[in-house]
T-cell receptor, first 116, second 116 residues
């Protein structure tokens, strides 16, 4: 079945460092790909998404490119801030069904801590 | 209020208790979801409601009983739970069930449940 694999955390960085969180997937059909973020004590929020190959999602300085050839959707940011400390989840919406019956398949999450 | 609101934020219950989790969304969405988030595991989809009708039940034990009285409210009734049911329970909603034209889910902050 479809699956998502994320790099294990925790990831600890200093402020202004570069961030990459790896995400790879296996899927049949044509999935959409997502990054969600969960700040401490809060629910998940959509950070960015890409719905087809070569699309780049971006938001709040974060970017991820849908790479079909490498089945990847790595999350990147050039300069992280303390406020970026959170858990980041990679997910895909399975593309098995043409109609409205898709599921979100989740990675385990990667915890990021940014120190001042 | 806007968004998805869950109450209570924290709940401690004994194995013989009966309690309910509440979720309310003010986004005008037609689909609502219950997820279970446990440490070291991917998010587990428990139930899906679309237009107040349960459309999916992912082999969830009968000690969890969902209720969707209208498109804005979703409950999860709990009885005779086990310690391994301790987790963060997240409610989410989307405009319609996830599909090619609707790919985003909005999450509440979750209820941290501890079964003693």
């Amino acid at each position: 079945g479809d699956s998502v694999t994320q790099m294990e955390g925790p990831v600890t960085l200093s402020e202004e460092a570069c961030l990459t969180i790896n995400c790879t997937y296996t899927a049949t059909g044509y999935p959409s790909l997502f990054w969600y973020v969960q700040y401490p004590g809060e629910g998940l929020q959509l950070l960015l998404k890409a719905t087809k190959a070569d699309d780049k999602g971006s938001n709040k300085g974060f970017e991820a490119t849908y790479r079909k050839e490498t089945t990847s959707f790595h999350l990147e940011k050039g300069s992280v801030q303390v406020s970026d400390s959170a858990v980041y989840f990679c997910a895909l919406s399975d593309g098995h069904f043409a109609g409205n019956n898709r599921k979100l398949i989740w990675g385990l999450g990667t915890s990021l801590a940014v120190n001042p | 209020e806007t968004g998805v609101t869950q109450t209570p934020r924290h709940l401690v219950m004994g194995m013989t208790n009966k309690k309910s989790l509440k979720c309310e969304q003010h986004l005008g969405h037609n689909a609502m979801y219950w997820y279970k988030q446990s440490a070291k595991k991917p998010l587990e989809l428990m139930f899906v409601y679309s237009l107040e009708e349960r459309v999916e039940n992912n082999s969830v034990p009968s000690r969890f009983s969902p209720e969707c009285p209208n498109s804005s409210h979703l409950f999860l009734h709990l009885h005779t739970l086990q310690p391994e049911d301790s987790a963060l329970y997240l409610c989410a909603s989307s405009q319609d069930r996830l599909g090619p034209q609707n790919t985003e889910a909005f999450f509440g902050q979750g209820t941290r449940l501890t079964v003693v």
